[in-house]
Nanobody, 124 residues
Framework: QVQLVESGGGLVQAGGSLRLSCVAS????????MAWFRQAPGNQREFVAA????????IYGASLEGRFSISLDSAKNTVYLDMNNLKPEDTGVYSC?????????????????WGQGTQVTVSS
């Protein structure tokens, strides 16, 4: 059983920045991918970014690379999402997800563990 706990959400003005964190705990694992998804009211869950503990370049959702950056501290089993130049359309619940494999995926059904999510609200 893997538990994921997100933190770092909040209210920010357009153009501002936030850093989200997600800590994974529970069973011991060496190979995994951690990802961020977001969901705005009335919208489907959207892929934001993913990174593999095995190394290699992370992947990002469309038009997010350049403003968003994902990183992983494998010693702490913690993934971060740095969000810069935030826009009102970035508003939503941001959820962390994990899959016990090395291949990066953009689809939610590829991930087996999920956090509760943290709210990000960007005001105009």
């Amino acid at each position: 059983q893997v538990q994921l706990v997100e933190s770092g959400g909040g209210l920010v003005q357009a153009g501002g920045s936030l850093r989200l964190s997600c800590v994974a705990s529970g069973r011991t694992f060496n190979t995994y991918v951690m990802a961020w998804f977001r969901q705005a009211p009335g919208n489907q869950r959207e892929f934001v970014a993913a990174i593999s503990r095995s190394g290699g370049s992370p992947i990002y959702g469309a038009s997010l690379e350049g403003r968003f950056s994902i990183s992983l501290d494998s010693a702490k089993n913690t993934v971060y999402l740095d969000m810069n130049n935030l826009k009102p359309e970035d508003t939503g619940v941001y959820s962390c997800a994990l899959r016990l494999a090395s291949v990066l995926h953009r689809t939610p059904r590829s991930y087996t563990s999920w956090g509760q999510g943290t709210q990000v609200t960007v005001s105009s």
